[in-house]
């Protein structure tokens, strides 16, 4: 029931495209859905995040959806960049804070 | 730069080894998170302190401790290493020990035990 379930591990997108990465959980204790972004050598880093209340949310070029009755939230990068290249994991937590993390997916923008 | 330092950066060291891994949090964050990242297990949560005290364990093994120090530095200690103990640590730390706090990862202590 802690598991959060990451799909594709490895995305390739043309420059400009949409980049759309899909998780699920089952836990409906969750509620706390964040995104981090981690470039080779460094550490994850915070995209975005959501709760439950809301649908959508949007900031920039990053959007989260979530399904609230399907347990499923998704990310999508649009207009993507090779800048944007890097690992995506998934993510939730419970009111103590700790992450539970998909397993990740590569993004390889292609120029 | 998330404001989160660990050190060392790399370690190598031999099995049955200990070694200890530092962590500085961001000015004013009060929680320190420990997480491992390894190829077959991705990013798994170790251990939570909140303002010196454990707040949160995860799949931690027996051979591992962690401390947060009045400073509210954190170290993780690591004995008779193994193999299989080679991974990335990370720390991360947040303002508050519960809630929808967002934390901040540091560059992470890559281990190797040869």
Redesign the interface.
């Known amino acids: 029931q802690q598991q959060v379930k990451q799909s594709p591990q490895s995305l390739i997108v043309q420059k400009g495209g949409i980049s759309i990465i899909n998780c699920a959980y089952e836990n409906t204790a969750f509620d706390y859905f964040p995104w981090y972004q981690q470039f080779p050598g460094k550490g994850p880093a915070l995209l975005i995040a959501i709760r439950p209340d809301v649908s959508e949310k949007k900031e920039g070029r990053f959007t989260i959806s979530f399904n609230k009755s399907a347990k499923q939230f998704s990310l999508h990068i649009m207009d993507s960049q090779p800048g944007d290249s890097a690992t995506y994991f998934c993510a939730a937590s419970r009111w103590e804070g700790k992450l539970i993390f998909g397993s990740g997916t590569r993004l390889l923008v292609r120029p | 730069d998330?404001g989160?330092t660990q050190t060392p950066k790399h370690l190598i060291t031999a099995t049955g080894q200990r070694v200890t891994l530092r962590c500085s949090p961001r000015s004013g964050d009060l929680?320190v998170?420990w997480?491992q990242q390894s190829l077959d297990q991705?990013?798994?949560?170790l251990i939570?302190y909140y303002n010196g005290e454990e707040?949160?364990k995860?799949n931690i093994l027996e051979r591992f401790s962690a401390q947060q120090f009045p400073d509210l530095h954190s170290e993780l200690n690591l004995s008779s290493l193994e193999l299989g103990d080679s991974a990335l640590y990370?720390c991360?730390s947040?303002v508050?020990?519960?809630?929808?706090?967002?934390?901040?990862?540091?560059?992470?202590t890559r281990l190797t035990v040869l």
């Open positions: 998330s989160v929680s998170y997480y991705g990013l798994q949560f939570q707040r949160a995860g990370f991360a947040s508050e020990g519960a809630g929808y706090n967002e934390q901040f990862f540091g560059p992470g």
